[in-house]
Each structure stands twice: as C-alpha cells, then as structure tokens.
C-alpha cells in the first residue's frame, strides 16, 4: 500500500519499493480490493526482499515492528501501523487509511525540504532503492 500511495501521489519527491523482512509473493486480495477503492490498480506490484533493497536506498520506511538489520547505514523513520492480514475488510481499509495520511505526510515534508533549500531534492530526501539514476 505505502508504495502505491508514495507512486501516486509523491513521484515528484521519490521512488518507492516495497520490501519485507519476509516478504509475501503476492499482495493479498483484499489489498488488492481496497486500494481499488482509492482509485489505485496495484497490477503486479509485490513486496521484494528487504536484503535486495536497501543497497542505495536513502530512507526505509520501517512498518515490520521489528529493528532492522541493515547492512549500510540509512535513515529509517518508524511507523506504527498493523498487519492487517487476517483481519476483516474494515482493519483493511482502517490500515490503507492510515498508510495513506503518514505517506502523504512524508510526501509533503519532502516537498517542504524541496522548495526551501535549494532548486533540486537534497540526496538526504531523495528516496531509491532500484539504484537508478535521480531525477533532477
């Protein structure tokens, strides 16, 4: 959900990746049923290995509840939010919602960082964890 939302609504700031500590191999149907709610087609996204993302990443986003492990030093920003797995519709669409107003809070403090410093994105803000090139 958190990449969607950051794709959707933040690609002016960053680039998201989905990643786990154990990582499912295809987001849950009800996910899927939610974020069509808000208009977001999740097509193939699916959540990848954390070891595999985090080489080059310049923030993670942390919502595994557990202190990661990280093999190069990268600013983490912990987020309290459930699994909703297992739960009825409603925990689904209470966890989106919630997922929702702490990206777009992100977004914003990212945009902020953007027009007040300088005329680019400090690297510091800029969020990648496919090691591509940033945009400028």
């Known amino acids: ?33 939610v974020m069509l709610e808000k208009d977001i087609d999740l097509g193939d996204f699916y959540p990848k290995e954390m070891g595999l993302l985090q080489d080059g990443a310049d923030l993670i986003v942390n919502m595994s509840g557990y202190q990661l492990r990280l093999k190069h030093p990268v600013q983490v920003e912990e987020w309290d939010v459930p699994d909703p797995i297992g739960e009825p519709e ?28 300088s005329e680019t994105v400090s690297s510091a803000a800029r969020v990648d964890s ?5 945009r400028q």
């Open 130 to 134: 496919r090691r591509r090139p940033t």
């Open 90 to 117: 409603a925990v689904f669409r209470e966890v989106r919602d919630e997922i929702e107003r702490r990206v777009l809070q992100l977004i914003e403090t990212l945009r902020s960082r953007k027009t007040v410093g």
């Open 1 to 33: 959900m958190a990449e969607a939302f950051a794709r959707t609504h933040g690609g002016d700031v960053l680039e998201a990746q989905s990643a786990g500590l154990a990582p499912a191999i295809a987001v849950a149907p009800l996910t899927h049923l």
